[in-house]
């Protein structure tokens, strides 16, 4: 069901309610793939590169050279709202208004730019189910004025008149799948808007045997620059089903023809052509986004940076903290690690983004797939561990596995922590459950999909709930359960063993047979064997009158022997073996026994300190390599460059 007609109000367009929208960012019902899908697109006019030799720098001015208070997102809602346009007619009702300044408040829900990316991206994941093979990110230009601009394409389903205007309002989302991951209907209006001031939407669908395309504008810089208080989004529509563009009109031409207008005056498109171009290479069935009025940092640079790598957009804050030449070797290794790069480059978050390795649909960053990374597969010594708990006022109890190991760059690098996804989705990357400044836990990393909590609005963290507090409390007793387990495996001792407490132990007096039990029964590389000094003097003390057997000593003042079964600490034991035995002559035996467990230790350190040794010399090695692939590669440049 369509829209109702709108008011009359000063600039025609439609007009956003509350009650109605999807969230979804994009897409309709299922249709066969087209041929057209891949066909190179005759738009002059925005391109992967900028029509003249340099884009232009941000400025004060936006499109139509009309100025803008903020280019900064923080900043962008600071501005004065004036005094009311009431146009009510008589017998009308009074509805919901929604001031454009909601559209920048409701974006602050994002805190992290990468984090509005990944609800777009996760629009055409949810198209998958309608045939959707691929979707495209990329930087484009706004042929207005040479700025970049976001481009989000994909081969879904489409939407249909009636979807695009769900799609622009707030709140409504159809999504009622449980495999869906977009469910609050806020996610495409809170995502493009955090990352620019406008955004266009293009789409194709078809409906009951019925083809239509449809634009809609949803413009931060159109409602502020034309002093509105309520939100209005034009959008026009043709029917394209006998194969050429017929206009949809729903209340008259000229409201149609106005709402047309004011697309072409405040989109990257100066004409109608240009507008109908951008459907060419959408295929049957799709939809394109194209984000402009880029949002700036504090420093009025664009926060998404282009430059840096060709196929990649990273965040420039993220990106330059610190400075490379003067950071640490450890902090290097670190920062070159994928828990820390997904900071800063979309391409490093992409790739885990998802748990599930998709078998037909790919995401194509800047014109190269995105390799999907399953962190698991990289842990060593990993194991399953499951989790079942709880859920629902029916007590319903959920299975969960999580799998649980050692990053291979382990004991190397201490990155820890949980990746929990939802519904497919990462939310909490490298979730460290373990107390700050505790070895225990270093290395240890784990992967989970925990679809019995909830997400939070913006998907990057989950609701605070008793169910998350115990996931919370179960995650930290698995991380100390394995580290407990498997931590010398490399090469930590458990219980706070170290290097130290063996060398202290070759000191230990061969009398000491406490010490050396306990001892024994903590470290993994020896047996918990009661030395035989301990028995003999158990035995001997029980020789005055606690033996139920006889004893026998010599007149010359040798030890005695002892016969007969005696009742000691040791149990109940025959001593037939020992009669013809000494007390002197078993301590002898025990001390050479004590004395090769000591060289073994020494051995072990010795061993020890030579992987060190080794390990050390093929990092340098490694370094060496890299130098050299470096020098041979900026020499091939060279040739390349001169040829």
Same mark, same amino acid.
């Given at each position: ?29 299922? *249709? ?12 002059? !006019? ?9 884009? *232009? ?16 997102? &923080? ?36 805190? &992290? ?30 042929? !207005? ?28 989302? =159809? ?26 939407? $293009? ?31 034009? %959008? ?19 409201? &149609? ?7 072409? @005056?405040?989109?990257?498109?100066? +004409? ?53 030449? #003067? ?17 800063? =480059? ?29 962190? *698991? ?11 079942? /708990? ?18 291979? @760059? ?19 990357? $490298? ?41 919370? %409390? ?6 100390? @359960?394995? &580290? ?9 001792? /458990? ?20 010490? %050396? ?8 590389? %020896? ?41 000691? +600490? ?31 230790? @020494?051995?072990?350190?010795?061993? #020890? ?16 390599? *890299?130098?050299? =692939? ?14």
């Amino acid at each position: 069901m369509l829209p109702k007609q709108q008011k009359k109000i000063p600039v025609t367009a439609e007009i956003v309610d509350l009650d109605s929208s999807d969230d979804e960012g994009g897409q309709g019902a299922a *249709a066969e793939f087209s041929n057209n899908v891949n066909k190179p697109s005759n738009n002059a !006019k925005l391109q992967s590169k900028p029509p003249n030799a340099q884009a *232009a720098v941000p400025s004060a001015n936006n499109v139509n050279n009309r100025s803008i208070e903020s280019r900064s997102f &923080w900043k962008a809602g600071a501005y004065e709202i004036g005094p009311s346009k009431s146009t009510s007619f008589q017998g009308d009702l009074e509805h919901a208004r929604v001031h454009p300044k909601f559209l920048h408040s409701n974006a602050t829900s994002h805190k &992290w730019a990468f984090g509005a990316i990944a609800e777009l991206l996760d629009n055409a994941v949810d198209e998958i189910g309608s045939g959707a093979t691929f979707v495209k990110v990329d930087r484009i230009y706004n042929a !207005k004025d040479n700025s970049p601009a976001l481009l989000f394409q994909d081969d879904g389903g489409g939407m249909d008149p009636e979807g695009i205007r769900k799609c622009m309002s707030l709140g409504y989302s =159809s999504k009622t799948s449980n495999t869906t991951i977009g469910q609050y209907g806020n996610g495409f209006k809170t995502s493009t808007m955090r990352l620019g001031a406008d955004v266009i939407v $293009f789409s194709r669908a078809i409906q009951s045997g019925r083809a239509t395309q449809s634009v809609g504008l949803l413009s931060y810089t159109f409602l502020r620059r034309t002093g509105q208080d309520d939100v209005i989004v034009p %959008m026009v529509d043709f029917d394209i089903s006998d194969h050429w563009a017929e206009p949809i009109i729903y209340s008259s031409k000229d409201d &149609w023809s106005s709402n047309l207008n004011t697309i072409l @005056e405040w989109s990257p498109f100066a +004409s109608k052509d240009d507008l109908m171009l951008q459907f060419e290479n959408i295929g049957s069935h799709g939809t394109k986004i194209i984000i402009y009025n880029l949002w700036l940092n504090d420093e009025g640079i664009y926060e998404l940076n282009f430059d840096d790598d060709q196929e990649d957009i990273r965040l420039r804050d993220e990106a330059n903290r610190g400075n490379p030449s #003067k950071t640490h070797k450890r902090v290097l290794e670190l920062q070159s690690h994928i828990s820390y790069r997904i900071r800063f =480059s979309l391409r490093a978050y992409a790739s885990i983004l998802y748990l599930r390795k998709f078998m037909n649909f790919k995401i194509i960053l800047r014109g190269k797939p995105v390799q999907q990374l399953y962190i *698991a597969d990289d842990l060593k010594y990993s194991k399953a561990i499951m989790y079942r /708990p709880t859920v629902g006022v029916a007590s319903k109890e959920v299975m969960v596995e999580t799998t649980i190991g050692f990053i291979k @760059e382990a004991p190397a690098l201490g990155v820890c922590g949980f990746n929990v996804y939802h519904k497919n989705r990462l939310i909490r990357p $490298f979730w460290k459950v373990t107390a700050d400044g505790s070895s225990k836990g270093h290395g240890v990393v784990g992967v989970l999909e925990a679809n019995f909590i909830e997400p939070a609005h913006d998907k990057q963290d989950f609701e605070r709930s008793s169910l998350f507090s115990k996931l919370e %409390m179960r995650l930290k007793q698995m991380v100390m @359960e394995y &580290w407990k387990g498997h931590c010398h495996l490399i090469g930590h001792q /458990p219980d706070g063993m170290n290097k130290s407490n063996l060398r202290n132990q070759s000191t230990v007096q061969p009398r000491d047979g406490d010490n %050396m039990q306990k001892q024994s029964a903590t470290d993994s590389h %020896m047996h918990p064997v009661r030395p035989v000094i301990d028995l003999a003097d158990d035995l001997q003390h029980q020789l005055p009158g606690q033996q139920t057997g006889t004893s026998r000593t010599s007149g010359s003042g040798k030890s005695p022997t002892v016969t007969g079964p005696v009742a000691g +600490s040791a149990g109940e034991a025959s001593l037939d073996g020992l009669s013809s035995r000494s007390i002197d002559q078993i301590s002898e035996e025990n001390i050479q026994l004590f004395n090769r467990c000591h060289e073994y230790i @020494e051995k072990e350190v010795e061993l #020890k300190k030579t992987i060190e040794e080794l390990e050390n010399e093929l990092e340098e090695t490694r370094n060496k390599c *890299a130098r050299l =692939s470096s020098h041979l590669e900026s020499q091939r440049m060279q040739m390349i460059t001169r040829q």
